[in-house]
């Protein structure tokens, strides 16, 4: 039966050949829409204290963005970070967008397609160095994969993920610059510039003259060398001295921020690190388990969690347990490949060693405060990206000299996949939509983890459920009593349940904690405020003021209490205060406009 003009059939043929004939058009609109239900889902995990609450970015304070450590919201496991790039997009995004979350979302999106874009251009070149015949169909695979992978779910819907996003801009920005120094003086002073940029963004940047040495190495005509870097002749050794050069150059320049950074820290603090205390063969271990489950994530991304998922599904594990063994000769037999790959098969070795050398920053070879995370993948996931794409090309070429159906197979099944990986994406950023839905599918991973259940009685205090937000907060300080946040959070649920008095016992018990935290006495500030024990109100304002001098809110809430004292002139002090922290709060400007001139 003939076809109908104008059918289904005619119009997947157009698309398919409109794809091909614009392959960056296909991968960046893949790559936005496979982020397209993102868009209205709200801030979760990190957001809060890391862009809205932090007065860095509502108060677009860029000296002191550039002075300060990324903790300046507030979290001991980024001590002694910096990222300056990053925080300064956030106050670029909150200058121009305020609480509206979209945009963040939308500037993640875009940002993710740009690395898209990169992929593509990068698997082009290095591919079109070994099999030029191959090379577009290769690359477009690779891109797609990479724009439609479930594991960057966590990076570009998370708003903090923003972070693995800029790094892995400026590194592959650096990489390809680097690639094609010779076609323009600029391209080298530009690689270097960006290589730096992303290091700003985050510290896994800084992995970037590795991944170069390691494409001139095994791709020398990708790097525009003349002949394979090594000591067997002399073009070899002029080759070798070139890309040393240029990975030396880049390495200098990834240094460079970590020499400017305020106060020379170097990694998070060792309380905060995730093996504390831990002696070499826990950390070889566990670590050994968690490199075998990136591989899993790569290759079956089928289940995905939080953080406290790995952590829960990998405890600190000996080196010579069987776990631990098993893991390391999944992870190795992978290596072992990837290795003899590079005579014969390089954009295979390039695609393997790729994600071993992008994990290194991750590895806790340096103490960091988390074991693993799929978020920490978005830069690893491009060498499996670019294996997959090469190999599906090979595959399809291989095979349609045999059968020359084989072909059309070939590519239904690459699309197949691609189609199922989105679908994956595109239910998980579901999952994001807020932090009641993120929290309740992690609760199912880590029903015992007391973060996992801290947080979640938020978002269902948040909802009003205070009945189910006091078993959550039960869960969790049982499982680490001194947790502090959970006390605020129970006292919250206390409090709105009725019962004030309980509410303030345990506001008490979490300052008696944590000293040094302003929260519980906001909180006790806000109950005796509505109490009308005001003089009580403003003694709890006041210490959560002098605590943490840079939070607006505490400055709008003892700013409104004063105005209830007619303490007018106090209260516009704090009103105006809160304005310098953050110039879009609205509150603060409509009760400065209601205390009246000066």
């Known amino acids: 039966m003939a076809e109908r003009r104008g059918g289904f059939g005619g119009t997947r043929a157009r698309l398919v050949s409109w794809a091909a004939?614009?392959?960056?058009?296909?991968?960046?609109?893949?790559?936005?829409?496979?982020?397209?239900?993102?868009?209205?889902?709200?801030?979760?995990?990190?957001?809060?204290?890391?862009?809205?609450?932090?007065?860095?970015?509502?108060?677009?304070?860029v000296g002191r963005a550039l002075r300060s450590g990324y903790e300046a919201g507030g979290s001991a496991t980024n001590a002694g970070l910096w990222r300056p790039l990053t925080t300064l997009s956030y106050a670029a995004s909150y200058a121009a967008f305020g609480r509206a979350v979209p945009g963040y979302h939308v500037g993640n999106a875009l940002l993710h397609a740009a690395v898209a874009l990169l992929v593509l251009a990068l698997a082009r070149r290095v591919v079109g160095a070994v099999a030029p015949a191959r090379a577009g169909e290769a690359a477009v695979v690779a891109a797609l994969l990479f724009a439609v992978h479930p594991v960057h779910v966590e990076a570009v819907a998370g708003l903090v993920g923003r972070a693995e996003l800029l790094a892995a801009l400026g590194a592959l920005s650096a990489l390809l610059l680097a690639l094609t120094r010779r076609s323009g003086s600029w391209r080298l002073p530009a690689a270097l510039g960006a290589a730096s940029l992303g290091v700003l963004g985050k510290e896994n940047a800084a992995v970037a003259p590795l991944l170069y040495l390691l494409v001139a190495w095994l791709a020398p005509g990708a790097a525009?060398?003349?002949?394979?870097?090594?000591?067997?002749?002399?073009?070899?050794?002029?080759?070798?001295?070139?890309?040393?050069?240029?990975?030396?150059?880049?390495g200098a320049a990834v240094a460079l921020p970590f020499l400017l950074r305020p106060g020379g820290g170097a990694g998070v603090p060792p309380s905060a690190a995730w093996f504390a205390g831990q002696p070499g063969p826990i950390v070889l271990g566990t670590m050994s388990r968690a490199l075998a489950e990136y591989w899993r994530l790569l290759a079956f991304p089928g289940e995905l969690g939080l953080d406290f998922f790995y952590a829960a599904k990998i405890p600190f594990t000996p080196a010579l347990s069987p776990r631990a063994l098993a893991a390391a000769a999944v992870w190795a037999t992978i290596l072992v490949v990837g290795l003899a790959s590079a005579r014969r098969a390089p954009v295979r070795a390039i695609g393997i060693l790729w994600v071993f050398a992008a994990l290194l920053p991750v590895s806790n070879a340096v103490p960091t405060g988390v074991l693993m995370a799929e978020r920490l993948l978005y830069l690893p996931s491009v060498g499996a990206c670019l294996w997959a794409?090469?190999?599906?090309?090979?595959?399809?070429?291989?095979?349609?000299?045999?059968?020359?159906?084989?072909?059309?197979?070939?590519?239904?099944?690459?699309?197949?996949?691609?189609?199922?990986?989105?679908?994956?994406?595109?239910a998980r950023n579901a999952d994001w939509r807020d932090g009641r839905a993120l929290w309740e599918a992690e609760l199912a991973h880590a029903p015992r983890d007391p973060v996992v259940n801290n947080n979640l009685a938020v978002?269902?205090?948040?909802?009003?459920?205070?009945?189910r937000a006091r078993e959550r907060l039960r869960v969790a300080l049982e499982a680490a009593p001194l947790y502090w946040r959970a006390w605020v959070n129970l006292g919250i649920a206390e409090e709105r349940s009725g019962d004030p008095e309980a509410a303030l016992g345990f506001y008490g018990r979490a300052s008696a904690i944590e000293p040094g935290s302003a929260v519980p006495h906001y909180w006790a500030g806000l109950l005796l405020a509505r109490r009308g024990d005001r003089a009580a109100a403003d003694r709890a304002f006041a210490e959560a003021e002098r605590l943490a001098p840079d939070d607006a809110s505490v400055r709008v809430e003892r700013g409104r209490l004063l105005l209830e004292l007619g303490r007018a002139a106090d209260a516009r002090r704090e009103l105006e205060q809160a304005l310098r922290l953050d110039p879009r709060r609205a509150e603060a400007r409509a009760l400065l406009e209601h205390a009246g001139p000066p």
Request: glycine share 12%; charged share 15%; aromatic share 4%.
């Open 459 to 467: 978002a269902l205090n948040g909802a009003g459920e205070y009945g």
């Open 389 to 426: 794409g090469h190999g599906a090309a090979w595959a399809r070429e291989a095979l349609s000299r045999r059968h020359p159906g084989a072909a059309v197979a070939v590519r239904g099944l690459a699309a197949l996949a691609i189609a199922l990986l989105a679908a994956r994406t595109l």
């Open 224 to 250: 525009g060398l003349g002949a394979r870097p090594g000591p067997g002749s002399a073009e070899g050794r002029r080759a070798a001295a070139e890309a040393l050069l240029v990975s030396a150059l880049l």
């Open 21 to 61: 004939a614009r392959p960056a058009l296909a991968v960046a609109a893949v790559a936005l829409l496979c982020q397209a239900n993102t868009l209205l889902n709200q801030p979760v995990l990190d957001d809060g204290w890391v862009i809205f609450d932090n007065p860095v970015v509502t108060g677009f304070d």
